[in-house]
């Protein structure tokens, strides 16, 4: 089973990630950007103010392809639990929102195309829900993804891909304390691997 954690910056996933990590060692914990080269690349374009987007949604697809490959898909094949602290629906969501000045029609429609033909679409995500501005005074705001204005139209974007795929998100409202949302998540996960 897949399971991905999806929300904006400063929503908690990364902690939470790494308290699941301890609760579920037998399972595998990854992340994107992932840590390859690819992932070097990625950020690096995070990083520039001046990158463009269509060439950046372009790395972070090749890290998406090289992780599903590399790490995603054989342990999926040996039968491991996989937890991916962000992973496509990232791209749907934030890359939307950086094409949306571009001349791309209808990009949130035109990257899941993309993805479409090679992805392994997660079981389960946990959505970390938390508002624009408190996502933005808790990361610091300190790369162009991390404005105020820019995560209101992320989280707009979050919200069509969890209209048109009710059943495969989990919404946690991470505007709770941190133990409150890692309770909250670990009971998911309870459920997730019971039902299994
Ligand atoms: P990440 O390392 O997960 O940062 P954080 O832990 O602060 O959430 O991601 C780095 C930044 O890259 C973050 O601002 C979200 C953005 N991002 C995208 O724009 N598209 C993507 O596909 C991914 C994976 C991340």
Redesign the pocket.
């Known amino acids: 089973m897949l399971v991905t954690l999806e929300?904006?910056?400063?929503?908690g996933?990364?902690t939470v990630w790494e308290a699941l990590s301890d609760r579920y060692p037998e399972a595998v914990f990854t992340?994107?950007?992932t840590d390859s080269w690819y992932g070097d690349a990625?950020?690096r374009a995070?990083d520039d103010d001046d990158a463009d987007p269509l060439a950046?949604?372009f790395l972070?697809?090749a890290?998406?392809a090289d992780h599903l490959s590399r790490v995603v898909r054989p342990a999926l094949a040996e039968g491991n639990l996989v937890v991916s602290?962000?992973?496509?629906?990232?791209?749907y969501?934030?890359?939307a929102a950086?094409l949306a000045d571009a001349e791309i029609q209808r990009p949130l429609e035109y990257i899941r195309g993309i993805h479409a033909a090679f992805t392994r679409p997660p079981d389960k995500t946990i959505y970390l829900d938390v508002d624009p501005e408190t996502a933005a005074a808790r990361?610091g705001a300190t790369?162009?993804?991390?404005q105020a204005g820019y995560l209101a139209e992320?989280r707009a974007n979050y919200e069509r891909l969890i209209d048109a795929d009710p059943n495969r998100f989990v919404r946690v409202d991470a505007t709770q304390s941190p133990e409150a949302v890692l309770d909250s998540v670990e009971d998911v996960f309870d459920r997730l691997l019971a039902d299994d």
Request: proline residues 3%.
């Open positions: 929300g904006l910056d400063g929503s996933k990364t992340h994107e950007p990625v950020n995070i950046t949604l972070f697809t890290d998406h602290d962000r992973y496509a629906d990232s791209r969501a934030y890359q950086s990361s790369n162009k993804f991390e992320v």
